[in-house]
């Protein structure tokens, strides 16, 4: 059993869900480890294609990192794969989808740039608050904001620590969808549902090639390069099965294999 988080099962799909409310969903080391035992097992488990990470509550997504445990006099540790056990991931091929419902507040932010896709609640809010308590973003968010928006808008966020709208963030393009706040899971399981319909071995190739390209400044490289995913897509009953089904006019049966 889990203290601070919950992870729901449905079919292939893991809906993830930060459960401090009290502390506005803030992760401390507890957290994090429980986070990262869920991720964990869910890139290790083949039923398991997509999953989506939200806040207990109405309020916050996460607030990000819990100063109030540090200021206790409580040790700082962080697992091996970063806050939430996704910002510091780097092989994971599975989606993973941020149902931002409130406060995405640095840790929390990187957490949801962490992501594949963003969805937000009306009501959510973005920002890289650190250089306002003397801290930095440093869990990915000032590598990851510019790759994904570019570099002055970025940079617009991050110097001035500056809360955004889940509105101003579809359009600075690292939000997907803004939805009322009553809908925000139904919206993000409408997505995963969306990827769902995909072959699942063609979805990790897909993520593995796009994440590996962007590592690749010319282009040549990024195209011809090695990955694991698409190989394994080259090998698999779903490459026999998309076709026939095409074929037969009916939905394909992914296996995922």
């Given at each position: 059993m889990?203290e601070f988080?919950?992870?729901?099962?449905d079919?292939h799909?893991?809906?993830?869900?930060?459960?401090?409310?009290?502390?506005?969903?803030?992760?401390?080391?507890?957290?994090?480890f429980?986070?990262e035992?869920i991720?964990?097992?869910?890139a290790?488990?083949p039923?398991?294609?997509?999953?989506?990470?939200?806040g207990?509550?109405?309020r916050a997504?996460?607030?990000?990192n819990?100063l109030?445990?540090?200021a206790?006099g409580?040790?700082?540790e962080?697992?091996?794969?970063?806050?939430a056990g996704?910002?510091?991931?780097?092989?994971l091929?599975?989606?993973?989808?941020?149902?931002?419902n409130?406060?995405a507040?640095?840790?929390?932010?990187e957490i949801a740039?962490?992501?594949?896709?963003i969805i937000a609640?009306?009501?959510?809010v973005?920002?890289?608050p650190?250089?306002k308590?003397?801290?930095?973003a440093?869990?990915?968010g000032?590598?990851?904001?510019p790759?994904q928006i570019g570099?002055?808008?970025?940079m617009?966020?991050?110097l001035t620590?500056?809360?955004v709208?889940?509105?101003?963030?579809?359009?600075?393009?690292f939000?997907?969808?803004?939805?009322?706040?009553?809908?925000l899971l139904?919206?993000?399981?409408r997505?995963a549902?969306l990827i769902?319909?995909?072959?699942p071995?063609?979805?990790r190739?897909s993520?593995?090639?796009?994440?590996?390209?962007l590592?690749?400044?010319?282009?040549?490289?990024?195209?011809?390069?090695k990955?694991?995913?698409?190989?394994a897509?080259?090998k698999s009953e779903?490459?026999?099965?998309?076709p026939?089904?095409?074929?037969?006019?009916?939905?394909?049966v992914?296996k995922?294999?």
């Open positions: 889990t988080c919950k992870a729901e099962r079919g799909l893991l809906v993830v869900t930060i459960n401090r409310p009290e502390r506005m969903n803030a992760l401390h080391p507890p957290a994090n429980e986070l035992k991720f964990d097992d869910f290790a488990d039923e398991l294609w997509v999953a989506i990470i939200t207990a509550g109405e997504f996460s607030a990000g819990d109030r445990w540090q206790e409580n040790k700082l962080v697992p091996k794969s970063g806050f996704l910002t510091s991931r780097y092989d091929n599975k989606p993973v989808i941020a149902a931002v409130g406060v507040m640095g840790g929390g932010f740039l962490a992501c594949d896709l609640s009306e009501n959510a973005f920002a890289l650190e250089p308590v003397g801290l930095a440093l869990a990915g000032l590598h990851r904001l790759r570099v002055k808008q970025a617009g966020m991050i620590g500056r809360q709208p889940a509105k101003e963030g579809k359009e600075l393009g939000v997907n969808e803004v939805v009322p706040a009553a809908e139904t919206a993000a399981k997505w549902g769902m319909e995909c072959s071995m063609s979805i190739a993520k593995e090639a796009v994440y590996g390209g590592d690749e400044a010319d282009l040549e490289k990024a195209i011809t390069g990955y694991p995913a698409v190989a897509l080259f779903d490459l026999i099965e998309g026939r089904a095409f074929a037969e006019k009916r939905k394909p992914w995922g294999k």
